[in-house]
């Protein structure tokens, strides 16, 4: 199995930014993408970003693009999340996810998650 721990979330206003950091462990599988997901009070979740573990291809929703940047550090094993110019739209809990067959984009292709968290953009 495939453990993952979010961390980094916290209470910002419009303009500043946050770092958010994924560890991601387990002895059983390797991750082929590791991505980010946010789920806003009375939303559906929806896509951030996602990274493939072995190769660094990255992916971002049309609505992040140009502000937030998905990486990864293989030998921290962590995927980082830097946000930008954040915008109180991006209010939301922020989840990690691991997926062990594809780089998609589809939360439900996702088999493993983490705990979330918070991120809280003022006006």
């Known amino acids: 199995q495939v453990q993952l721990v979010e961390s980094g979330g916290g209470l910002v206003q419009a303009g500043d930014s946050l770092l958010l950091s994924c560890a991601v462990s387990?002895?059983?599988?390797?991750?082929?993408?590791v991505g980010w997901f946010r789920r806003a009070p009375g939303k559906e979740r929806e896509f951030v970003a996602r990274?493939?573990?072995?190769?660094?291809?990255?992916y971002y929703a049309d609505s992040v693009k140009g502000r937030f940047t998905i990486s990864r550090d293989n030998a921290k094993n962590t995927v980082y999340l830097q946000m930008n110019s954040l915008k109180p739209e991006d209010t939301a809990a922020y989840y990690c996810?691991?997926?062990?067959?594809?780089?998609?984009?589809?939360?439900?292709?996702?088999?493993?998650w983490g705990q979330g968290t918070q991120v809280t953009v003022s006006s």
């Open positions: 996810a691991a997926n062990n067959f594809f780089a998609g984009t589809k939360a439900r292709d996702y088999q493993y």
């Open positions: 990274i493939t573990w072995s190769a660094g291809s990255t």
């Open positions: 387990g002895r059983t599988f390797s991750s082929a993408a």
